[in-house]
Structure formats: C-alpha cells, structure tokens
C-alpha cells in the first residue's frame, strides 16, 4: 500500500482530523502512522483489509442514513 492510498483512505474516513482517528482505529501510535505516510516505514500488509473494513462499515452506516433521509 502506498502512502498516498493510506492518505486518501484516511481523509475520506475520517475527514480533516484523519491521521489522529486513523491511528486510533488502526491502534497504532500518530508517530508510527507519520511514518508510514512520510515512506520511512513501510506500510504492513494488513493495514490495507483494515481500512477496506472500516470503509465497508462506514459504507454501511451511510446507507443507512441515506436510506432514512429519503
């Protein structure tokens, strides 16, 4: 995974304040997500299915929303 995928995925996760919520979510430290992000670190392979399942469930609570709101 690239940074800027982890970034984009971030950023549509969790808004301006990605990098704190992404951290937590992914329970790692700001500073190992820095890393990542900054290519010091490479990102570890399971991060992506993480960040596809709080996607999908984000996805899910949306719809829900959207549903209601019809």
Partial sequence: MTPTLLREAGESLYGTRWQSELARALAVSDRTLRRWLAGVNDVPDG???????LA???????????ARLR
């Fill in 47 to 53: 991060v992506r299915a993480e960040l596809r399942a």
């Fill in 56 to 66: 999908q469930s984000r996805r899910k609570a949306l719809d829900g929303v959207i």
